[in-house]
T-cell receptor
Framework: AQKVTQAQTEISVVEKEDVTLDCVYE???????LFWYKQPPSGELVFLIR??????QNEISGRYSWNFQKSTSSFNFTITASQVVDSAVYFC???????????FGTGTRLKVLA | DVKVTQSSRYLVKRTGEKVFLECVQD?????MFWYRQDPGLGLRLIYF???????EKGDIPEGYSVSREKKERFSLILESASTNQTSMYLC?????????FGQGTRLTVV
C-alpha cells in the first residue's frame, strides 16, 4: 500500500535558523515520483520539486535542498537560513508510475518567527 | 503560466442544498482531481478523471459526484450538502508528472 508520513505536525524556528522537514514513504512499486508542495496562508498549493525513484541525487535550489534516500524511504526537505516568508504548511506526496493518483502526507506547519 | 481556477474562494450553503464546485484548467492536461483538506488529515482524494467523461472514485467519494464534459472543466457536486462536508476543497490537474492546484474553495455548510 502507498503511504506518506510526515511525523512533524508543527515546527517553530527563529529566522535564520536551518530547519529540516521529514518525509517517509511506503510503496511496493520500483518506479515512483516524490513531490514537495508549499501551502502559504493564501491556500494554494505551490509545487516545489519532483524526484523520480531512479534519481537519488540531492537537489539544491537556493535556500532549499532535498535529500532522497531510498534505503530509508525518506525524502527530507531542508530550508537554510529560514525567513518569515517560509512560514507555510509543507506537504510531501507520492505517485506511482502508471497511476493517476497522488498520495499526500498530513503536512508540516512551519512557523518562522522574526 | 500554468493556471487552475476554482470558481469560488468561499461558499456558504445550507444543509440539504445541491452544491456545485467548478474547476477549469488551461494546460490541456488529461488528469484532473478533487481533494478535500481537513486539519490533521492532509489532502484526501475524492474523485479523479483521466479523460473526458471518465472518472474514478478516490478514497472518500461518499456524498459526492463529479462531471467532466469538457477536457478543461471538472465539477464536483455535493448532492445534498451536510455539515460534515464543511471543508477546504482543492482542484488539481496534471499531465502525469506534478499536479498543479487551484486556490481552493472553503465551503461551509450550515
Amino acid at each position: 500500500a502507498q503511504k506518506v508520513t510526515q511525523a512533524q505536525t508543527e515546527i517553530s524556528v527563529v529566522e535564520k535558523e536551518d530547519v529540516t522537514l521529514d518525509c517517509v514513504y511506503e510503496t511496493r512499486d520500483t518506479t515512483y515520483y516524490l513531490f514537495w508542495y508549499k501551502q502559504p496562508p493564501s491556500g494554494e498549493l505551490v509545487f516545489l520539486i519532483r524526484r523520480n525513484s531512479f534519481d537519488e541525487q540531492n537537489e539544491i535550489s537556493g535556500r532549499y535542498s532535498w535529500n532522497f534516500q531510498k534505503s530509508t524511504s525518506s525524502f527530507n526537505f531542508t530550508i537554510t537560513a529560514s525567513q518569515v516568508v517560509d512560514s507555510a504548511v509543507y506537504f510531501c506526496a507520492l505517485s506511482e508510475k502508471g497511476t493517476y493518483k497522488y498520495i499526500f502526507g498530513t503536512g508540516t506547519r512551519l512557523k518562522v518567527l522574526a | 503560466d500554468v493556471k487552475v481556477t476554482q470558481s469560488s474562494r468561499y461558499l456558504v450553503k445550507r444543509t440539504g442544498e445541491k452544491v456545485f464546485l467548478e474547476c477549469v484548467q488551461d494546460m490541456d492536461h488529461e488528469n484532473m482531481f478533487w481533494y478535500r483538506q481537513d486539519p490533521g488529515l492532509g489532502l484526501r482524494l475524492i474523485y479523479f478523471s483521466y479523460d473526458v467523461k471518465m472518472k474514478e472514485k478516490g478514497d472518500i467519494p461518499e456524498g459526492y459526484s463529479v462531471s467532466r464534459e469538457k477536457k478543461e472543466r471538472f465539477s464536483l457536486i455535493l448532492e445534498s450538502a451536510s455539515t460534515n462536508q464543511t471543508s477546504m476543497y482543492l482542484c488539481a490537474s496534471s499531465a502525469y508528472t506534478e499536479a498543479f492546484f487551484g486556490q481552493g474553495t472553503r465551503l461551509t455548510v450550515v
